[in-house]
């Protein structure tokens, strides 16, 4: 791996190759380019995830021209890619990938050390959707309010997401949200984002590890994402064609399958 | 383009949250939680997310102002603190060590607090010390 990134940095292949480092036992994100060649052995991959597509759109936003390489450390990471890709955040003739996501530990199981009053009141986030089928409304809505008025409106999940990238965002729209208010308001900051997450997400879990509040924002996401697959079949972060949702452009793209 | 992170200490509250700050060209740009720091887990608050915004704010005071005439006035560090000392001299010598109180914080290191009670316990002469967090 690191013979490669040298490689490919002497070249002149790519400008600039984000991948991890390990500095005094933290695995963190770090920009490897010709500057700091001698530092290429310290490259590494690891299990702590960032994500490593969303320091890569910042750079390409600034510098449009710059080659960038990225480390593959998990599979979401390629999807990640596709889906900056479709929405034109990020050039794909100028990113070139080293995939190791094959090596790479798989994420911890969630819902470690969760307490008792969480599966009372609340949602574990070791449920997935099918698990809440046989569920009924008067039993989900109010465990869907006691997550949501947990939230600390820290905006993590939307600062943390690959595939966030608006400018301006809807969760601080006042007309949407309204301000100044702490939880904000249920459920609709959190459908707001959750209804943005269609088409979009790929499931990649960030938005849950860096919840405080712990909320299982996966297992929301998942649910729009499964919606989106059976109306739409679009396969988010495997297609590479715009999502259904998309308003830009000439045409218009919503069309559900026909029934 | 110089891209590189760089991980501290939230320097909000006193719980110690790491954080990754993402710098571009020197300049700040970003915060991301530290994920393998034990204190925060990889997650942060708001306060914390933010902290690249109040860095780079144009409202930041870099330099000590002196009130004078019922006005802040923009001043050199050496001069502040002589004028600082000088207040404290007429204060004590007037009201005696007691008038004056220090109040340290949270959001200073363990050897800054140190140095505060010791300050106003060996220099000013007080035990009037107390914590930003009782005010």
């Known amino acids: ?6 490689q490919w940095l002497e070249e ?6 984000i991948g991890y480092k390990n500095l005094d036992g933290h695995i963190i994100p770090h920009c490897f380019s010709s500057d700091n060649l001698n530092e290429i052995k310290d490259l590494r991959s690891g299990r702590e995830h960032y994500a490593l597509e969303k320091v890569a759109t910042r750079i390409a936003a ?42 790479a530990a798989e994420s911890p199981e969630p819902g470690e050390g969760e307490l008792p009053f969480k599966k009372l009141m609340g949602l574990s986030k070791t449920l997935i959707p099918e698990d809440l089928e046989g569920l009924s409304q008067a039993e989900l809505f109010p465990r869907w309010m006691y997550e949501f008025s947990k939230c600390l409106k820290c905006y993590g999940c939307r600062n943390i997401c690959p595939v966030c990238f608006c400018k301006e965002c809807s969760l601080e729209h006042k007309e949407l949200v309204g301000p100044g208010m702490l939880p904000p308001e249920i459920p609709i900051f959190h459908l707001v984002r959750a209804s943005h ?3 979009r997400c790929i499931d990649c879990g960030l938005c849950e590890e860096a919840c405080p509040a712990d909320i299982p924002l996966r297992l929301l996401y998942r649910k729009v994402g499964e919606i989106v697959n059976d109306l739409f079949t679009y396969e988010t972060g495997e297609s590479h064609e715009l999502s259904p949702f998309s308003m830009l452009g000439d045409k218009v793209t919503l069309e559900p ?3 | 383009m110089d891209c590189k992170f760089v991980p501290s200490v939230c320097p909000y509250c006193g719980t110690g949250c790491g954080v990754l700050f993402e710098v571009v060209d020197g300049k700040l740009v970003g915060t991301l939680p530290l994920k393998s720091h034990p204190v925060n887990q990889g997650k942060l ?10 860095v780079n704010s144009f409202l930041r005071l870099k330099q000590p102002l002196i009130k004078m005439f019922g006005r802040f006035v923009k001043a050199e560090w050496d001069e502040t603190i002589d004028f600082a000392a000088e207040r404290f001299k007429e204060i004590i010598e007037e009201h005696g060590p007691d008038s004056v109180g220090v109040l340290v914080s949270a959001k200073t290191t363990n050897e800054e607090n140190y140095l505060g009670q010791k300050f106003a316990r060996a220099v000013i002469g007080t035990n009037n010390v107390d914590h930003c967090a009782r005010l």
Do not use: T
């Open chain 1, 1 to 6: 791996m690191q013979a490669q990134v040298s």
């Open chain 1, 12 to 17: 002149g292949k790519i400008d600039i190759f």
């Open chain 1, 62 to 103: 600034q510098d449009p021209d710059l080659k960038i390489g990225l480390l593959l450390a998990r599979k979401c990471n390629q999807q990640a890619l596709n889906v900056l890709y479709v929405w034109n955040q990020l050039d794909p003739e100028r990113i070139e990938i080293i995939d190791d996501s094959n090596n």
């Open chain 1, 197 to 199: 997450m269609a088409g």
């Open chain 1, 257 to 259: 399958k026909p029934i």
């Open chain 2, 45 to 54: 608050c708001i306060k914390g997310w933010n902290i690249h915004e109040f």
